[in-house]
């Protein structure tokens, strides 16, 4: 085990043990080294304790016991956790290549957070991309798009100061995190444009979108009441947008080069 690692990996785990299996493989295939890899089991009793004895020389810290959540196992992590940065690769996901962690590691400069692309995988025949702008806006974290904690290091001492992952949320509390860094603990981030894992899109977050919806707008009532009307301004400016792109007169009068093309930046583009 590395005394004063860079990085420390973290992984949860319930009763999943194949995509348990699949994330602890592409871990300890990384080409950088500097790193402890430390896995967190809510008491599985599906075979995942015998995954992950088998890879315990490449394990540097382990349990296995019931936990509250999500979170409160992500929280584990953190408290066992010794690296500068941490990384949430969670069972079921897994690095691109053998080259994820360098694209990411590579690039800190001592920013508070280095996030990469990711992409969503549903199936071998459905596979999305998400890639996401340099520029990180209040309107698209807080309603068009979160950063992805599986393609992101976040300086633990963020944690230490700040406060662990909210354990009365069920969803997004990593969102939440991502919010208050940034646009109340002026967190200092950077966007690394590579794609660095594959998030199986088939957790809780990604299919409870009713519930999801509703611990963020708790959140934004509570830490953000003055942009409680963003959304709204945002949906008026999408559909004049809209019109623009698609109004008849519109195409006409750039058909004749009577007015320019004009492309929005993307960040605008609800």
């Known amino acids: 085990m590395l005394s004063n690692p860079k990085l420390s990996i973290i992984t949860i785990n319930y009763n999943d043990a194949a995509g348990l299996q699949k994330t602890i493989d592409s871990v300890i295939q990384q080409t950088f080294f500097d790193f402890e890899y430390i896995v967190i089991d809510g008491g599985s009793k599906d075979g995942s304790l015998e995954v992950i004895k088998g890879g315990v020389d490449k394990i540097d810290y382990w349990i296995s016991e019931p936990d509250k959540g999500v979170y409160h196992a992500m929280n584990k992590g953190i408290i066992a956790a010794k690296g500068h940065y941490l990384l949430f690769l969670n069972s079921g996901d897994w690095f691109c290549n053998k080259e994820s962690l360098s694209a990411l590691a590579n690039n800190t400069s001592d920013f ?129 947008l809209f019109y623009y792109k698609y109004s008849r007169l519109i195409r006409i009068l750039k058909k004749f080069r009577i007015m320019k093309k004009f492309e929005y930046p993307k960040y605008l583009d609800f």
């Open 112 to 240: 508070d957070i280095i996030f990469g692309n990711n992409y969503y995988y549903y199936s071998e025949m459905k596979i999305e991309e998400n890639e996401l702008p340099d520029l990180i806006t209040y309107n698209y974290l807080a309603y068009v798009n979160s950063i992805p904690h599986q393609a992101s290091l976040i300086k633990r001492e963020l944690f230490l100061k700040n406060g662990f992952y909210d354990e009365n949320l069920k969803i997004v509390s990593d969102w939440k995190f991502f919010m208050l860094s940034i646009f109340k603990w002026n967190a200092t981030y950077v966007h690394v444009p590579k794609f660095i894992c594959y998030y199986d899109f088939g957790g809780i977050s990604s299919t409870n979108r009713l519930l999801a919806d509703e611990e963020k707008k708790q959140l934004i009532a509570e830490e953000f009441f003055n942009f409680k009307y963003q959304k709204e301004q945002m949906i008026l400016i999408d559909k004049i």
